[in-house]
């Protein structure tokens, strides 16, 4: 099992940066390939990035390409996304979840987090 804790999230206007951590614990996170997620009321989770489990791949979503980035510290057992360059329609609960690692990229994830809000005010 591996139980996985975001942080970082808050308010923020448009333009401004953030740095999400997920700080896992249970297993070694250098096992898994890491993803993030996004999730607002009343639309489906979609897909923000993944990096694979040394930190040499990573993939994102269209609309962050640019503006996030993804990492990880696997000493640290914490992967991270810097967000900058927000916008309003960033806003959302960002959630990291992890995958065994496998085929490139991963196409499902078995442990997730509880989320963390980002807000940004335009």
């Known amino acids: 099992q591996v139980q996985l804790v975001e942080s970082g999230g808050g308010l923020v206007q448009a333009g401004g940066s953030l740095r999400l951590s997920c700080a896992a614990s249970?297993?070694?996170?250098?096992?898994?390939?890491m993803g993030w997620f996004r999730q607002v009321p009343g639309k489906e989770r979609e897909f923000v990035a993944c990096?694979?489990?040394?930190?040499?791949?990573?993939l994102y979503a269209d609309f962050v390409k640019g503006r996030f980035t993804a990492s990880r510290d696997n000493a640290k057992n914490t992967v991270y996304l810097q967000m900058n360059s927000l916008r309003p329609e960033d806003t959302a609960v960002y959630y990291c979840?992890?995958?065994?690692?496998?085929?490139?990229?991963?196409?499902?994830?078995?442990?997730w987090g509880q989320g963390s809000q980002v807000t940004v005010s335009s």
């Open positions: 979840a992890a995958a065994p690692k496998a085929s490139w990229p991963p196409r499902s994830y078995d442990y």
């Open positions: 249970g297993r070694t996170i250098s096992d898994y390939y």
């Open positions: 990096i694979s489990n040394r930190g040499i791949s990573t």
